[in-house]
């Protein structure tokens, strides 16, 4: 179809455009890592969202070239700030892959970044349907030296007892929780054992979608040590992210 020609055009033209959205700490504020975004803007249809053009690339076998097009414009950013983190989202479609780790591992090698400062991110609903091809998917990718995020938890149906078992080394909490963290009670008590349970359990914790301060503060209570949010900064290109940090540093 149209939209699937465009994408596969895209892809190979480079008319991805890849933003940062920074991760800041939880106590001082300052901004600690980033998430790189891919963007689209369609010729003459204007932007899409990766919530649109992520699925046609599953299942049009456009993942992989996305995705290795994203990681390595990522890594290559990330190469300017070398105090910062950078987070990278990985589809089912690119962790369902055996080869998928070896993508990764001369990504790394041809952009000379460190590999402890790259952490994927990789969302919990495929995690559920193949717990056993998950985990030996992390073990690979934790043997390259990356760090490994579940992302969007709380979205789905993610069993808690799954942090250990995969060994992930952050959670990401996702905004459909943390959004109602100061109007809604039970939202609210679900965040703080849901922090509560992960920091018992030594991995770090991000909430994730915080718009106002106090949603940040509250987060930070329950034991969040990192924030993500548009309080804290949108998605944005790769040189307000130099200005931002040359104005912190
Ligand atoms: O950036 P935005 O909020 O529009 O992203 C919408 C969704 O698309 C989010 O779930 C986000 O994780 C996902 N997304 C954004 N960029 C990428 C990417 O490079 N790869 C993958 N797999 N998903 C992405
Ligand atoms: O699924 P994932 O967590 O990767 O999605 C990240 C998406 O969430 C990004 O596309 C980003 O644009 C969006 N996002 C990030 N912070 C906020 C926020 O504070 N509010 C809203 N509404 N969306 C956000
Ligand atoms: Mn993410
Ligand atoms: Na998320």
């Not at 933003?19 to 249809?45: F, I, K």
């Not at 190469?79 to 962790?95: E, H, I, K």
Request: charged content about 25%; proline content about 5%.
């Amino acid at each position: 179809n149209a939209l699937e020609l465009d994408l596969r055009r895209a892809i190979e033209m480079e008319e991805l455009v890849v933003v940062y959205q920074p991760l800041v700490d939880a106590s001082s504020c300052e901004m600690t890592g980033v998430e790189a975004l891919v963007r689209w803007n369609r010729p003459g249809h204007g932007p899409i969202s990766p919530e649109t053009f992520i699925p046609v690339a599953e299942t049009s076998g456009l993942i992989e070239a996305l995705g290795l097009f994203v990681l390595r414009k990522a890594c290559e950013a990330a190469r300017q700030w070398p105090d910062l983190r950078v987070a990278v989202n990985v589809s089912p479609g690119q962790f369902r892959n055996p080869a998928f780790a070896d993508y990764v591992r001369n990504v790394l090698n041809s952009t000379e970044i460190e590999a402890g400062r790259v952490t994927l991110e990789i969302t919990e609903g495929y995690i559920i349907q193949n717990p056993e091809r998950t985990r030996q998917s992390i073990e690979r990718l934790k043997a390259l030296g990356v760090k490994v995020a579940l992302d969007d938890f709380g979205s789905g149906f993610s069993s808690i007892g799954y942090l250990r078992q995969f060994g992930f080394d952050r959670i990401k909490i996702d905004r459909s929780l943390t959004m109602n963290v100061l109007e809604d009670g039970r939202a609210r008590e679900m965040l703080r054992a849901t922090v509560a349970l992960a920091r018992s359990l030594d991995i770090p914790v991000t909430a994730e979608g915080i718009e106002i301060e106090e949603q940040g503060r509250a987060l930070q209570n329950f034991g969040c040590d990192e924030l993500q949010g548009y309080f804290y900064g949108k998605p944005m290109p790769e040189a307000e992210i130099s200005k931002r940090l040359a104005v912190q540093n």
